[in-house]
């Protein structure tokens, strides 16, 4: 008895093709969509800013980001960050460290609390400061007594900042620490390095690129801080307004071109930001 098979016919490259890619419209429709959704709400809010800083000229521009309110909110937004971005660091390190090389109870609890800034919005981060500082707050009247003052002055926005950034180191080291174990470091002990000399010549070049866009992440929320920052900082003009904060008070008192003219430099330092985060990562993947 002779049994007939019928073989179906092997699938060309061409086939395949067609089975595992989306037809020629649905990719230039998808990109088409996404090329329109970025100019519309990317680019040409930034060329809008960079037009109506500059639609008068350069000297316009140049007295209005140095006339003295503008070139006090420059300075204390550049303090901050000078303040801010170390002290994320050395906790950032410190946390992702503790994290991934050692195990220890409370460890799911500590890596919820330290996403807190990230679930909490910054206008209730800024209340919450001044129930604890404020004149009328927890600490108020203590800090009365020594003559302290945290809230409506600089301590309150570097407070603010801090918490509103303590996540964006430890985030980018925390899983890279994890991934890359501990051998290393066991052995570098067991030969007879400290701990810090472990740390330093160990530890630090492995993260030395998540932590370095940690550091630019941290750098660009600092900058950009606004909520909580308008809560505790009282708004005084030449004292305690950051950049964004000043733009804002030149937006609503009509004085428009100045508020483009500082906003250019908080344009530009976002995209020095974006050129450095960009460049990391093209090291980063060149290394690898």
Not at 249 to 259: P, S
Request: glycine share 8%; proline share 5%; net charge negative.
């Amino acid at each position: 008895m002779t049994t007939l098979t019928h073989s179906a016919p092997l699938a060309t490259g061409s086939d395949w093709q067609r089975a595992t890619e989306e037809p020629a419209w649905v990719r230039r429709t998808l990109t088409g969509i996404a090329l329109t959704f970025l100019a519309l709400f990317l680019v040409l809010p930034l060329l809008v800013v960079l037009y109506g800083a500059f639609e008068q000229g350069l000297s316009v521009w140049l007295a209005a980001v140095t006339e003295p309110d503008a070139a006090a909110a420059i300075r204390l937004t550049l303090l901050v960050v000078l303040l801010v971005v170390p002290a994320n660091v050395i906790f950032g390190v410190a946390i992702a460290w503790a994290i991934a090389k050692f195990e220890f109870r409370g460890k799911p609890l500590l890596l919820s609390i330290i996403d807190m800034p990230f679930a909490i919005s910054p206008v209730v981060v800024g209340l919450i400061f001044v129930i604890l500082f404020g004149s009328q707050g927890w600490l108020g009247d203590w800090l009365s007594a020594h003559e302290l003052r945290i809230i409506f002055a600089v301590p309150g926005i570097v407070l603010v900042i801090t918490f509103g950034t303590l996540p964006f180191v430890a985030r980018e080291l925390i899983p890279l620490m994890q991934q890359q174990g501990k051998q290393e470091e066991e052995a570098s002990l067991t030969l007879g390095a400290s701990g810090l000399k472990t740390f330093w010549y160990v530890t630090l070049p492995n993260i030395k690129w998540g932590l370095i866009y940690g550091i630019i992440l941290c750098n660009a929320r600092a900058m950009g801080e606004f909520g909580a920052v308008a809560i505790v900082s009282g708004r005084i003009r030449g004292e305690t307004n950051t950049m964004p904060l000043h733009i804002e008070v030149l937006y609503n008192e009509y004085m428009f071109t100045a508020a483009f003219a500082v906003s250019s430099i908080l344009t530009g330092l976002a995209l020095v930001t974006i050129a450095l985060k960009s460049g990391v990562e093209w090291l980063e993947q060149r290394n690898h």
